[in-house]
């Protein structure tokens, strides 16, 4: 089993930046995709962005590519997703979370992944 804890959210102004970690516990995890998705309420969870399990390759939602960068440190077991340029519609609950070695590591679809965070609020002021 795989806990997954985030931490870093909070509240600050458009233009501004804010970095989530994830903090796994639980199994062996270095070996598992990891994944930031976000969700407003009313509204689906959606995919942000994805890293392998050896942080060699990213892949991200076209509404946060070249401000939002993911990150992983195997050896804390905690990825991390750097956020800058921050607008309000990036305003959400963000949570992290892992998926089980195999198939394809750009795993876009929430139902890919195993394990979830709790979530974290981040709130954007314009």
């Known amino acids: 089993q795989v806990q997954l804890v985030e931490s870093g959210g909070g509240s600050v102004q458009a233009g501004g930046s804010l970095r989530l970690s994830c903090a796994a516990s639980?199994?062996?995890?270095?070996?598992?995709?990891r994944g930031w998705f976000r969700q407003v309420p009313g509204k689906e969870r959606e995919f942000v962005a994805v890293i392998s399990w050896s942080g060699g390759s990213t892949y991200y939602a076209d509404s946060v590519k070249g401000r939002f960068t993911i990150s992983r440190d195997n050896a804390k077991n905690t990825f991390y997703l750097q956020m800058n340029t921050l607008k309000p519609e990036d305003t959400a609950v963000y949570y992290c979370?892992?998926?089980?070695?195999?198939?394809?590591?750009?795993?876009?679809?929430?139902?890919?992944?195993?394990?979830w965070g709790q979530g974290t609020q981040v709130t954007v002021s314009s």
């Open positions: 639980g199994r062996t995890f270095s070996s598992y995709a």
């Open positions: 979370a892992a998926a089980r070695p195999g198939g394809n590591w750009r795993k876009v679809e929430r139902e890919e992944y195993d394990y």
